[in-house]
């Protein structure tokens, strides 16, 4: 029973690095995991790949730019967008909140922005984005922005209304 177990223990002690490198492929295809590749030099100056690794997505992706930015808008069709990026796993899902509504449906996502146009009553409105990358890592971003009736508000700073002719 002894020697059983000895000989186990020897198996189990050769076998768990080669399931380490058996299992390196599949943890490769979580998508947490990406494949970061260097140059290899030898000592003739000839480059090659040769040193493939794996390493964990550990940061979300970031927001760049919103629009409208605090900034007024005239009433109308309010043009609502975000641009995002993320270097690691890629982006996996966009979520768009206008005044609490989820208008993800009728928005237009590309692979690095979202983009958004609604008629808006005047006043102040509240927009909220959440980016999710593949690793699972979220980004958000909340903001307000003021829509104006120039006609009827004498604008938002003041001035009269524009004249017509």
């Given amino acids: ?10 198996a189990t002690l050769l076998l768990a690095p080669a399931a380490l490198l058996v299992s390196q492929p599949a943890a490769a295809q979580d998508q947490r995991w990406e494949q970061h590749q260097r ?35 005239d009433r109308g069709r309010t043009r609502i967008g975000v641009r995002f990026h993320d270097q690691g796993s890629g982006v ?4 768009l909140r206008v005044d609490g509504r989820d208008v993800t449906h009728a928005a237009r996502v590309d692979h690095d922005e ?14 909220e984005v959440v980016v999710r990358d593949r690793a699972g890592n979220v980004a958000r971003h909340a903001w307000s922005f003021v829509v104006v009736d120039r006609d009827r508000n004498y604008g938002y700073y003041g001035q009269p209304p524009y004249q017509r002719w």
């Fill in 114 to 127: 979202v983009r958004y146009r609604d008629d808006l009553a005047p006043g102040r409105h509240h927009a």
């Fill in 39 to 73: 140059d290899h030099q030898d000592d003739r100056g000839d480059r090659d790949h040769r040193d493939l690794r794996w390493r964990r997505d550990v940061h979300a992706p970031q927001i760049i730019d919103v629009t409208p930015d605090r900034r007024v808008g």
């Fill in 92 to 95: 996996a899902g966009v979520r």
């Fill in 1 to 10: 029973m002894q020697a059983i177990r000895r000989s186990l223990a020897a």
